[in-house]
């Protein structure tokens, strides 16, 4: 467990115990409320396969809290999970253990709401300033344009350890967030290299492909495999050393090696115009004129290759029909630099829907 505090003064309007449990980390956080604004006070950061489940993370983070600061206490709780919600139960995609609102409210005393990781984040959104380049990176189109925010409707996709859509509709100042599993959609190849890549993937996962297999931390393994079976690559050197280590570890080590290994920067150029093909697809599915936001750990750490030639805004824009075309350039997109936005936007949501 690690434990970070921000702010060692609050004195603001509400105390919320903000959640994201994902398939490779957790974080638990007590975020402060004032006047709409949000402020993370303190958080602890988990490993999610060494905890036994929420509550256990939830327990310890307050005990922590409680050491530091008696008096802080959390009015109301709301935790995001990386997989399907209903009752005020998630079962995670990819994690071990379940995550139950009743349960934790019944322990914790504090009432409490479970809602999908994606729709929390897509909670943060309004929080989050365009212009502010510490929180955000705006994509530039490939004539070089950058897209005016309008309309009322922004998407999310985000690859991590899975990979997850959002969507927020904005009326009257008022938002509702639309949960999604959309990073289960299937796969479409899209020229020959991706078209290789499906074959080499129904090989083994069979025809029902979904786009997550491509799109996320699994996918850059599957891409990593891809080079290696199909185009004969990965067999000595430090490609040898990543085909050796386990699945957690390989896609940080081609990331990290990417500067220096071309098979390593080609996985990554694969993986980032599927990426932008994907988003794309969102962006016609909800016309999401006020941005699609790109989210994540892969992108916030692998920025620099989505940048690159305008790979990922190339494959965004691509359409066979020239009024979609025209469309999609219209439409603005961010790279969410922020590790926390799940945390913001778990604290907004609960503060939306249960005060």
């Known amino acids: 467990m690690e434990t970070k505090w921000m702010e060692q003064d609050w004195g603001g309007d509400r105390v919320i115990l903000a959640g994201d449990a ?15 604004k949000f402020s993370i006070i303190m958080k602890c950061a988990f490993k999610s396969a060494e905890i036994t ?22 009015d109301i709780c709301c935790i995001s999970g990386a997989g399907p919600v209903e009752n005020n139960y998630c079962r995670p995609t990819n994690i071990a253990w379940n995550i139950d609102g009743d349960e934790i409210e019944k322990k914790l005393g504090v009432k409490t709401l479970i809602i999908n990781d994606f729709m929390a984040i897509s909670y943060s959104l309004p929080l989050l300033d365009v212009n502010d380049p510490d929180r955000i990176t705006p994509l530039r189109h490939t004539d070089g344009s950058m897209s005016e925010q309008t309309g009322n409707m922004r998407a999310v996709v985000g690859a991590g350890t899975g990979l997850g859509v959002g969507f927020l509709l904005e ?34 996962a069979g025809d029902n492909l979904e786009a997550e297999l491509c799109v996320s931390g699994q ?21 040898a050393e990543i085909d050796q ?111």
């Not at 489940?53 to 959390?74: G, H, I, M, N, Y």
């Not at 009326?171 to 967030?177: E, F, H, M, S, V």
């Not at 599993?181 to 290789?196: L, M, S, V």
């Not at 909800?286 to 940048?307: C, R, W």
């Open 22 to 36: 994902g398939g490779t980390n957790t974080s638990i956080a007590l975020v402060g409320e004032a006047d709409g």
């Open 53 to 74: 489940d929420c509550f256990e993370a939830v327990e310890k983070t307050l005990s922590e809290a409680q050491a530091k600061r008696p008096r802080l206490k959390p």
């Open 171 to 204: 009326d009257g100042g008022k938002y509702t967030a639309i949960a999604s599993e959309g990073g289960h959609i299937g796969f479409a190849p899209f020229d020959q290299e991706t078209r290789e890549l499906q074959e080499y993937l129904v090989g083994w």
């Open 219 to 239: 996918g850059i393994i599957n891409i990593f495999r891809y080079f290696r079976d199909v185009r004969g690559c990965c067999r000595k050197g430090v490609l």
């Open 245 to 355: 280590a386990p699945d957690t570890d390989k896609p940080r080590m081609i990331s990290q090696n990417a500067e220096t290994n071309t098979v390593c920067r080609d996985i990554l150029r694969l993986f980032v115009k599927m990426y932008g093909r994907l988003a794309g697809d969102v962006a016609t599915i909800a016309l999401a004129t006020m941005g699609v936001y790109l989210a994540g750990g892969i992108v916030t750490k692998d920025e620099k290759y989505f940048l690159e030639n305008d790979l990922c805004m190339r494959y965004f824009e691509e359409c066979y029909n020239p009024n979609i075309r025209r469309v999609l350039k219209s439409i603005p997109v961010y790279i969410i630099k922020d590790y926390s936005v799940s945390l913001y936007g778990a604290a907004n949501a609960g503060c939306c829907l249960m005060v």
